[in-house]
């Protein structure tokens, strides 16, 4: 990684936000499920590949239909017959619609990102989300890392559209020195989202991938399992010619 990498931007869902087990297993419960949660975490799993596979195609469909995609596969996943398996999702995504269902953070993402402040550079979030990015953030704790958080609703327009970036970029350049959009990387959990959107506006992409899910495919993109690892892989590069 050249050495006038200044910023870092992360994607928020599935990146530095991940679905609560505990919460979704209460919820499902007076639908069947009584599963413990190493068999919800592996569900949800297959789930993020579905949910991955689908927005990665080059005809991806609406997000929201890849979305019922991701319900509809977990439900299925903790063994909710067919016939229950549409309202049990709808169940979920209606509490995640009163109450946000991805709460949980790994517990080592906030030593990675003291480590990358400490390291120097600036720290801020651009996500698709339903404009309520900002306060989960800060719900979660993470919010003294980052300078601000762009919300796709919020500011009118989603990933993978350039724009997002520049406002990204421009945030960056009303509270100080303002990079520019080659000295920013990207980290996000979504090819075709992520990877496609940070390139077409000039940032440097670095995809997240936990599974192993684009192992196959020979991706021209630099990638780690995730946001723990990042400072060690930004060291690695600074010191190697």
């Known amino acids: 990684m050249p050495s006038d990498l200044?910023?870092?931007l992360f994607d928020a869902g599935n990146t530095l936000v991940f679905v609560e087990p505990a919460r979704a297993l209460?919820?499902?419960?007076p639908f069947g499920v009584s599963a413990p949660v190493d068999a919800f975490e592996s569900a949800e799993r297959d789930a993020r590949l579905r949910l991955t596979g689908l927005l990665s195609q080059t005809e991806p469909p609406p997000e929201a239909d890849a979305w019922r995609e991701y319900f509809g596969t977990l439900m299925v996943g903790l063994g909710i017959p067919l016939e229950r398996a549409e309202e049990a999702g709808a169940a979920m995504f209606a509490e995640h619609e009163r109450d946000h269902?991805?709460?949980r953070t790994d517990p080592e993402t906030p030593a990675a990102l003291e480590r990358l402040l400490d390291d120097g550079y600036r720290l801020g979030?651009?996500?698709n989300a339903d404009g309520r990015m900002p306060g989960l953030i800060e719900q979660v704790g993470?919010?003294?890392?980052?300078e601000f958080v762009v919300d796709s609703h919020l500011v009118?327009?989603?990933k993978p559209d350039a724009r997002i970036f520049h406002e990204a970029l421009d945030r960056l350049a009303e509270r100080g020195?303002?990079?520019r959009a080659r000295e920013c990387l990207y980290v996000g959990d979504l090819y075709a989202v992520d990877?496609?959107?940070a390139r077409g506006a000039g940032l440097r992409p670095l995809l997240l991938e936990p599974f192993g899910q684009y192992s196959d495919r020979g991706l021209d993109v630099d990638r780690i399992p995730d946001v723990a690892r990042l400072p060690d892989w930004l060291a690695t590069r600074r010191t190697t010619p």
Request: aromatic share 12%; net charge negative.
């Open 6 to 8: 200044r910023a870092i």
């Open 26 to 29: 209460d919820i499902l419960t």
């Open 101 to 103: 269902m991805w709460t």
């Open 125 to 127: 979030v651009v996500s």
């Open 142 to 146: 993470l919010a003294p890392y980052f």
């Open 156 to 158: 009118g327009v989603a």
């Open 177 to 179: 020195d303002a990079p």
């Open 195 to 197: 990877v496609v959107g």
